[in-house]
């Protein structure tokens, strides 16, 4: 006999326990980015001196993002150099790339320059260098359904070369796409300035170019803003994607989003923006709000390798159940290998909340839910598992 039944919960209803595990797992490692870390990226950065394309500093600053990327943990094979060059000049994007587990064919992108024009370009943008560098660390064991690929942009200055060459050529050969990308979530210029109140950052959205990827856009930068409210202590202001590494990506066609900071330094591309006048704290948190969305993106587990703790049930039932399609309209189908005896559904919103339930049923209807990611913890006897779904009529 099938039973099921829907409830629709207001704000303090009852707590989905999966989906609160899967938000505080992503938030435990969202907490590990450094304070610290943040810090001396920045102040190294600075150090190097100003990484004019095509410059040795920029040549250096190439060197010491590899070393940073060694002393992690990445092998030599995950660690990329892709050159271009434009006119006279010659320089490099890095492309670090960390196999998914489900996915590994299909791609998301954290990515910022690194290059840098008049100045040491503490804010734009080694606030996004230090971030993906915080990333990556933190992610190195952390498994995660798709692949991710941490890559640093050169040329940025001159008119976004680096990311046009790896767009143009890498992402697509000719017409032909050869890679397969879930998302672009770009991180540039979020260092805000010292003495101003920086509890707000920029989730841009993409609305010019091409207009089919602008739904998907606007989708992921909701998202983005949801993790950021969920992984760290800023606020969010959706506005638009403009004039960075993103947009080679968005004239390909591919969905793309970013971070930029809210109260504007006015210091880029000028000797004025040093460590001295950005406000690190902002970039400590912008990492957090990155860290947490890019596991989200990517899908991570929730069991946790860097402390050793252990979700082996939950892993396996994770891999072997399937939830479909996803994104979901109306009706979404969820099949196990071996038929369980007995199942438990619960799908909650992106704050735990659960909105509907059912039990030993195949096929939810999704009918009374509005657009938007949910989780899906699905119980049998034996195992939990939860997994990440979209809603989009
Ligand atoms: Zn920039």
Same mark, same amino acid.
């Given at each position: 006999? !099938?039973?099921? *039944? ?50 040795? &500093? ?10 940073? =990327?060694?002393?992690?943990? =990445? ?20 492309? /670090? ?9 299909? $791609? &998301? ?12 370009? +503490? ?11 915080? #990333? #990556?660390?933190?992610?190195?064991? +952390? ?5 991710? !690929? ?15 060459? =790896?767009?143009?050529?890498?992402? =697509? ?7 397969? /990308? ?22 841009? !959205? ?14 992921? *930068?909701?998202?983005?803003? +949801?993790? @950021? ?6 606020? *969010?202001?959706?506005?638009?994607? $403009?004039?960075?590494? $993103?947009?080679? %990506?968005?004239?390909?066609?591919? @969905?793309? @989003? ?16 040093? %460590? ?11 990492? !957090?709000? #990155? ?36 994104? #979901? ?36 209807? @999704? ?5 938007? &990611? ?20």
């Amino acid at each position: 006999m !099938k039973k099921i *039944t829907v409830f629709l919960l207001t704000s303090l209803a009852l707590q989905n326990i999966g989906a609160q595990n899967l938000i505080q797992a992503y938030k435990n490692r969202a907490d590990m980015v450094s304070q610290t870390n943040i810090t001396t990226h920045l102040t190294d950065f600075e150090n190097l001196g100003i990484k004019t394309t095509g410059s040795p &500093v920029n040549t250096n600053t190439l060197n010491w993002l590899k070393n940073k =990327y060694t002393s992690y943990g =990445y092998t030599a094979s995950q660690i990329v150099e892709d050159p271009f060059s434009f006119g006279s000049t010659s320089s490099k994007n890095l492309v /670090i790339t960390k196999t998914g587990t489900v996915y590994p064919d299909k $791609y &998301v992108i954290i990515c910022g320059h690194y290059d840098t024009i008049y100045g040491p370009g +503490v804010s734009d943008n080694g606030s996004g260098t230090a971030i993906l560098l915080e #990333a #990556a660390r933190i992610l190195k064991d +952390v498994p995660t359904e798709y692949s991710i !690929k941490f890559i640093h942009f050169s040329g940025e200055e001159q008119g976004l070369k680096g990311s046009y060459h =790896y767009a143009d050529y890498i992402a =697509y050969q000719g017409n032909t796409r050869k890679l397969d /990308i879930k998302l672009v979530l770009n991180i540039d210029q979020v260092g805000g300035l010292l003495g101003n109140n920086n509890n707000t950052i920029v989730c841009e !959205k993409d609305i010019s170019g091409m207009s089919g990827n602008n739904a998907a856009s606007a989708t992921a *930068t909701q998202e983005l803003a +949801v993790c @950021t409210g969920l992984y760290s202590p800023l606020q *969010t202001f959706i506005s638009n994607a $403009y004039s960075s590494d $993103y947009i080679p %990506f968005e004239e390909k066609g591919y @969905t793309i @989003t970013g971070f930029y900071e809210y109260i504007r330094s006015q210091n880029e591309h000028s000797p004025n923006d040093t %460590f001295a006048n950005i406000d690190p704290v902002y970039v400590f948190n912008v990492g !957090k709000a #990155a860290v947490g969305a890019l596991q989200h993106f990517a899908v991570a587990t929730t069991s946790n390798n860097i402390l050793g703790t252990q979700e082996t049930t939950g892993q396996k039932l994770s891999e072997a159940v399937n939830i479909y399609p996803n994104p #979901a309209k109306n009706l979404l189908t969820v099949e196990f290998p071996k038929k369980p005896q007995h199942f438990n559904i619960e799908i909650s919103d992106m704050t735990g909340n659960i909105v509907l339930r059912a039990e030993n049923e195949h096929k939810i209807n @999704t009918t009374q839910l509005i657009n938007g &990611v949910y989780m899906v913890s699905i119980k049998t006897d034996r195992n939990q598992t939860v997994k990440k779904i979209i809603i989009d009529k």
